[in-house]
């Protein structure tokens, strides 16, 4: 387990947008090995993209269908030559027996990523809370 961040307050916190959204379609960034490109249902008329580092650990053709938690706030940014507009939220742990490499990190197969669902379906932009 890593150091604990500073204790932050709860008008900080407030500020973040935290949404539910279906991924409704993914690919392989065209332009990033690590990336996903993620297209998404956020109760939004347009929707909007999401480039995830997650692409060691899913397959694109698994997400879809799957409802995540989001940043929806998070000011958009180009990854790569795409516009992520947001941030999926994941957990990840090492492995049972992992070690680092010589360079003292860690190797992706070294990580279990789990992309952060919800347990029954709701709509698509509720908010998290």
């Given amino acids: 387990m890593t150091d604990p961040l500073p204790n932050i307050a709860y008008d900080l916190f407030a500020k973040l947008d935290l949404r539910v959204a279906t991924i409704v379609a993914a690919e392989p960034h ?32 698994t997400l879809v269908g799957k409802q995540v938690i989001i940043v929806a706030n998070l000011e958009p940014r180009m990854l790569r030559g795409e516009v992520s507009a947001g941030m999926v939220l994941a957990a990840s742990d090492l492995k049972e027996g992992a070690a680092p490499g010589a360079d003292g990190k860690f190797a992706d197969d070294a990580r279990n990523v789990i992309v952060l669902t919800v347990d029954k379906p709701v709509k698509p932009g509720s908010k998290v809370s």
């Fill in 30 to 61: 065209p332009n990033a090995d690590k990336l996903l490109k993620l297209k998404l249902d956020d109760g939004t008329p347009q929707g909007r993209q999401v480039c995830a580092g997650i692409k060691a650990w899913h397959d694109p053709a």
